[in-house]
Structures are given as C-alpha cells and as structure tokens.
C-alpha cells in the first residue's frame, strides 16, 4: 500500500465548514491569491518564485542547434517539468502520477502551445541552425499551486533571459560573448498567467448533479491541505490582453458554465495584477544592470593609487 | 492560413454546415454484445470510435483495489490508420495520458463509484477514423457503453467541440477546422449547464468564451437526446423480444 | 545546565549514582560505554540523563501518547497512520474498553484516535491501544470527535504534553474554552465551541512552537484580533 498523506474526516469536515462561512486556513479569503515572492538571479533567465511555502526555480537556457524538418522556419522551445521528491515525499522518482502528468502538460500548454515565445524569432538559417531555448523547471518546496508557480517562473525568466548576440555570414555564425556585444531578449508576444480554482462540494454528489441550488465553493489558489480535499480543479491561463490561452478542468466536480466564467474573469485580475509585478520586477532589474554598466565605463573610476 | 475558407461570407462552413449546426451523429450501443459488458459504436461526423467496457469485476492486482469505491481503467489506441498521416500513436504519448486521466477523472464522478468497491471497470476504446473531435466522441462512446453495461450512473456526459473563428462560435469542428481554429471541447452533466469536463488548448478572448460555451452547451444537449433516442430504440428491440417469447 | 552534545561527543555520566538512560543514548556493551546517538540538549537529571533534541520524523515508542488517522481496517486489526509516509501500525480491535468479539468498535476510515503505543518493538508490527491498561478503562483515549488537527514539531509538542504548567495553555484557557489532546507524533487536536475559536487557538499553538515564551501572548492576542475575536 503506497504511504501517502493521510487526512482525517475531522479536517475534511472542519476545513468544509470553515469554507461555508468563507473562512479558510491560513486566514485567506476564497479568492485571494497568496502573495507571489519573486526574485531573480545574477545571471539572466534565473528565476526563483515562491508563493507561501511553495518554491519553484526555473532557468532558462539557449544553445544552437537544427530545427525540426517539417517546421524549418522555427526554433525550439522546451519546457522540462520533472518532479523530484525534493518537493515533497508525494513524488517519487521515475514514477509520474496522474498529478503530475496534468502538471507538466498544463505548464507545457499554458507556456508552449499559447505562442508565448515567438519560436520564429529563434531561426538562424532556415532548416539549419536555429536557437534551442531550454526552460528547466525545478520544483524545491510543495504547498499546492505547482502550475500557477511555475507559469510565473517561466514567463519571468524567458522575459528576463539575454540571449548571446549572433552574426551570420553565409553558412558561417559567429556568437558573440557578452562582453563583446550586449546579449539580445527574446521576442516574448504574452504573458499567460496560471490561476488555479479548487472547487469543493459541501452537500453530496446528487445535490450536485441533480440539484439546483449551485453550492459550491470556489477557492483560489489552494494550499497543500485544500488540495487534498478538493473535489475539483479548474486551471485557467489567460494573458493581460483578455486572452484565454488554455483552460483545463479535467473531470472532478460539475460545476455551472457561469461560474466557470467567473472564474475567467477572477483569474484575469489576478493575471493583469500578477504581469504588473512581473513587469515593475524586470525594469527594477535593468535598472540596476545597466547603472552597473555606466559605473564600470565611467571616467571616474574609483582608482587604486601606489603611494 | 489554409487554402479553405473556414467561414465563407455566406456564412456555411468548409463541408457547407452553418455556424450552430452539428456533424452527422450516428450511435449503436450493444455493437458487441459476446465480448464485453457494454459496447458503443459512436460516429461523429468522419470520426469513428468503438468502445468497450467489462466489469465492474475483480481487479487483476490488489494494488488497484480501493475498499471504497470502483477503480477506473481507461485505456485508449488511436490507430495508425485513423489519420491520414498514418502516425503510430504511442499509448503512452503525454497528450493521450491526459485524455485518459481526464476522462477518468470525469466518469469517476459521473458513475456512482462507491455503489461497486473493491471492483476495476475497465474502458477499452479504438479510435478508427479520426477527423477532429477526438475527445468529445470518445466521451460520448463511454457514456454510450457504461449505459450498455448496465452500470448506475448519475447522467449522461454528453461531449462536443466548439471554436471561435471571426467573430463567429463554431459548433462541432472537423479536422481541417481544429488546425485552424481555436476551439474547446466540454462535458455536458444531462440536461444541466454544468460542465464536467472543459479542455481548451488555443487563445480564445475572454469576453467570447461565454458565446462559444453557450452554442457547444446547446450543442451537448443536442447530443444527449440523439443517444438518449439510440438506449431508448435498444431498449424497445430488446423489450419486443422478450415479449415474443 | 544543559550542554549541547553531538554524536561524537563524550557523556559526563556520574559513575557513583545510578542513571536510568533516556533517549538519544546508546550503552555500547561490549564497552559499556555511552554514546550519544542524537544531537540535542543534554539533560543531565539525578535519576536520569537523556539527550533533548528535536527531530521531524516521528519513531514510536513504547507508552507514548499518539494521535492518529484510521485508514483501513482488516479483520480485527484496523491500520492507524501516525505521520505522513510512514508504515502504518496496527491498533487491534480488541484494545478498547469493554470489547469482546460482540462489541467492535465502529471506526470508519479516516477516525481520529488518540491512543498509546503498547508495544514498539521494530522487528514486530507496532501496536497502539485506546485503553488504559491499569484500570482497564478508557483513560481518556479513543475516538476524537469534530475538532480539528493540524501538526507541530516533536519537542514542541513533548513539551506540551509533560509541562501542566505550559504559559501557552495557561493564556489560551482566559481566551476561551476548549479540549485538546496531545500525541507525540506532532499531532494536536484541539476541539472549542465555535470553528473560528478553534482555528484561531491551533493558529496560536503553531505560531508559537518556534518562538520564546516571552513572545507568547503577542503572538496569541494578533491570531485572535486576526480573526475578529
């Protein structure tokens, strides 16, 4: 029998009636979003998030390489979403659950399939060379809300990575290091944004189903313990510009088509506020990069004098 | 862009359907009634999908025995000459597991699961032909199927895909309009407007969504009576033989 | 005085009087030397000595008060998971005040109990019983009811348990009432009136597992004042 986490009824019931009088544990309110620390490396596409408890780190890298033959005209773009047991005992190696299975695809989804990085902008010479952008997603520490971490992560680092600057001539591409030239961006067209919905049914299946009173709860972003006790989990990717980039609620609770669209419309406030911090982070960290550049070329150096 | 023009002016589609209608639904339950419980034959428009279903029975280990509630065992072969591009579609590709956790995670809640613990209810479909709607006939199979097998359900879980092209809600997309299209495929509970199931991979704006999830809606309960109408004309052939005898 | 000691350390035992050996030693006896196996606060008692330390995973013990979570039951023994990834251990039906093979105590999956290690050999499965096995009564184990259980850490929660005194007990009793028991698998369940009380004296009990003393009633008045006690 696999060891897993073990939840009682007293919990279920008691974290059941505190969500009824829209209270939940860590003092939240139903539809608030816990707040989201990021901070970013010294090297370029370092990104470390952390929401509550959770931890995800990603990096992001770039090598040359050939494009696929049936897409000549574009780069590659790899999301690498492996879940060790360093985030939590509930993971094993070389095994991937059902969980993580829907994990990894909604970040591939969200952050790939959505056209977040423009994959054209990543050739070098058609059918030959092209720029291969890795994002490796590294998940440290586990209290729910994975994709909605990684996502943040992701779509910070591909916005904060420099790649080296090229020149082509011919056949031949010469890449500059970066002390030669000033390393490019990458063309990144949207942010999608993740926001989780747990869904929780206080009054049994058949009032849920048959039923017409609509009782169930929505909460955002859950904790570990919420997660466990959730009866259904819709995940929303949507962009600042009213996009709706992916939408997963695989199974779980029936829930009414219109609160599904509110919770488009709740997600896409906590995405225009969450691109607005990404966004003030990132011209924070150019300013202090670039005053590191006029401080190393200014003409009063600080200069080291023999007496 | 392809070289069709997915919505003409005129407003008919590329195989001439306007914007709200459905593909051609046709759907047999009991199709193999010697080797399963429950069996489905479901063709959604070119699309074709066998499905069948045996148990609730023994579960071949422990391991997958719950003392609660039945088991789900979902396993899912595109064929390779389903396609056109005659791809072989290996099982354990990670868009396919998805498709089969969720539609696990849907019939879980749909099937009373807890009437049969201890017990595997294993779902075996065959994709035969595939022209788009991949996942909403296969969903509709299994209803058809677990329906056929006699298992206690809540309600059908009736399936379809809808996009959105200029302005305009697309119900039921083919092949050539999913490659083109952004478009997302629903469960419909019954008669309801709960969703069980809601998948959508493509930018659609948000201000839309509710127009697209109106039309595949409606277009879910088209669904659910045309398989209603199939258990119901089962049911009749096999009452008229019972009263001959 | 308490000294820090790590494995590796020498014990400063008093060979005149005679020591009962607690946890975190270890009697070589080939030796008869004593050896630190745990890093922590040496408790240097007159009839005792042990090492105080604070480890995350909980290991039974025999005659430790626990809390733990029905998870399945077979024949007459049901399984009881003590902490998270951990081999469950056996509570036996029979272990209940007043049982007999007639009377079975009706616990479902997912039961709180409270009950009290009676038998932690590791080469045998481990036991737990809900029975006070001097008077044969209860003894205030059994079925936990409603409440609610959240984890803290193993020392903290020692200290809870052995200390009558505690000051956090002591400040949470003049905010309201309540019933709570102790397991020295980190487990706390803690049972008021009304849920915002109880979420409110388990947010406290938390908050308070890794600050001094000192800081206690700050701690206890903002948890409360959060949630609009």
């Not at chain 1, 904790?223 to 962009?239: F, I, Q, R």
């Not at chain 2, 280990?61 to 056109?84: C, D, G, R, Y």
């Not at chain 2, 009736?158 to 302005?167: E, I, M, T």
């Not at chain 3, 980190?186 to 409110?200: P, Q, R, S, V």
Request: charged share 25%.
């Amino acid at each position: 029998m696999a060891k897993g986490i073990e939840v009682s009824i007293n919990e279920k019931s008691f974290v059941f009636d505190a969500l009824k009088q829209g209270i939940r544990l860590d003092g939240r309110k139903l539809e608030d979003f816990r707040n989201v620390d990021i901070t970013l490396g010294d090297e370029y596409g370092y990104v470390d998030v952390r929401l509550g408890k959770t931890r995800v780190v990603a990096r992001i890298s770039a090598e040359i390489s050939t494009p696929f033959e049936d897409r000549p005209f574009e780069g590659l773009f790899t999301v690498s979403t492996e879940i060790s047991p360093m985030a939590s005992a509930m993971f094993e190696n070389q095994r991937q659950s059902d969980d993580e299975l829907l994990i990894s695809r909604a970040i591939e989804k969200a952050v790939r399939r959505s056209g977040a990085l423009d994959l054209e902008s990543l050739c070098i010479i058609a059918g030959s060379k092209c720029w291969s952008i890795r994002a490796d997603v590294h998940f440290l520490d586990y209290d729910g809300g994975f994709i909605d971490a990684s996502c943040i992560a992701v779509m910070t680092g591909l916005q904060h990575f420099r790649k080296n600057d090229i020149t082509v001539s011919g056949e031949q591409i010469v890449i500059h290091s970066v002390e030669e030239r000033e390393p490019v961006e990458l063309s990144v067209l949207h942010v999608p944004i993740c926001v989780t919905f747990a869904f929780f049914n206080p009054e049994g299946v058949e009032e849920n189903i048959k039923g017409e009173s609509n009782n169930e709860i929505y909460i955002v972003d859950t904790t570990l313990e919420e997660d466990l006790l959730k009866d259904g989990v819709l995940t929303v990717a949507v962009n600042k510009n009213r996009e709706v980039c992916q939408i997963s609620k695989a199974g779980g609770l029936p829930m009414d088509a219109l609160t599904l669209m509110d919770c488009g419309r709740k997600a896409y406030d906590i995405a225009v506020e969450l691109t607005n911090q990404i966004k003030k982070l990132l011209e924070a960290d150019y300013k202090r990069r670039n005053e590191g550049i006029q401080y190393k070329l200014r003409a009063e150096n600080d200069r080291i004098t023999v007496e | 862009m392809s070289r069709f023009e997915i919505y003409s002016p005129e407003g008919l589609r590329v195989d001439g359907r306007r914007w709200n209608e459905l593909r051609r639904f046709e759907c047999r339950i009991n199709t193999h009634p010697d080797s399963s419980d429950g069996s489905s034959y479901v063709e959604q428009g070119n699309s074709k999908v066998i499905c069948i279903v045996n148990g609730p029975m023994e579960p071949s280990s422990k391991a997958e025995m719950s003392t609660s509630k039945a088991t789900l065992k979902i396993s899912l072969n595109v064929t390779p000459f389903s396609s056109i591009d005659r791809k072989k579609r290996s099982k354990n590709e990670r868009r396919i597991q998805e498709i089969v956790t969720s539609l696990k995670r849907t019939f879980e809640q749909s099937i009373i699961v807890n009437k049969y613990p201890r017990t595997t209810i294993s779902i075996t479909l065959h994709v035969l032909a595939l022209d788009g709607g991949l996942l909403s006939s296969i969903t509709n199979a299994i209803t058809l199927a677990l329906i056929d097998a006699g298992i206690a359900m809540y309600d059908y879980i009736s399936s379809v895909s809808a996009g959105f092209y200029n302005n305009t809600p697309l119900l039921d997309l083919n092949q050539l309009e999913e490659s083109d299209v952004s478009f997302l495929t629903i469960g419909v509970v019954g008669k309801s407007e709960k969703l069980a199931l809601l998948l959508l991979e493509n930018k659609i704006p948000l201000d839309q969504l509710e127009s697209v999830l109106a039309i595949a809606i409606a277009g879910g309960h088209r669904i659910r009576d045309l398989m209603d109408k199939e258990v119901r004309r089962h049911g009749d052939l096999r009452l008229s033989k019972l009263a001959n005898k | 005085m308490s000294t820090l000691i790590i494995p590796g350390d020498s014990i400063p035992i008093n060979q005149k009087s005679e020591q009962l050996i607690g946890p975190g030693l270890h009697i070589d006896l080939n030796t008869k030397e004593i050896i630190p196996i745990n890093s922590g606060l040496l408790q240097n008692g007159n009839k005792s000595i042990h090492i105080e330390s604070n480890s995350k995973r909980y290991i039974p013990q025999t005659n430790d008060y626990v809390i733990g979570t029905v998870t399945g039951s077979f024949g007459d023994i049901f399984r009881v998971s003590l902490s998270n990834f951990s081999s469950s251990v056996s509570l036996s039906a029979m272990a209940f005040p007043n049982a007999s093979k007639k009377n079975r105590p009706n616990l479902k999956v997912g039961s709180l109990i409270y009950a009290r290690v009676s038998n932690a050999d590791p080469i045998v499965d481990i036991e737990i019983e809900c029975i006070d096995p001097t008077t044969g009564k209860d003894g205030g184990f059994g079925l936990l009811e409603d409440g609610f259980v959240f984890d803290v850490n193993l020392a903290f929660a020692r200290n809870l348990l052995f200390d009558a005194n505690h000051p956090i007990l002591k400040l949470l009793v003049q905010k309201c009432k309540f019933e709570i028991a102790i397991g020295l698998n980190g487990k706390i369940w803690i049972k008021t009136d009304d849920l915002k009380y109880t979420l409110a004296c388990s947010k406290s009990i938390q908050n308070c597992q890794s600050v001094t003393s000192t800081r206690f009633k700050e701690i206890i008045n903002t948890v409360f004042k959060e949630l609009g006690l």
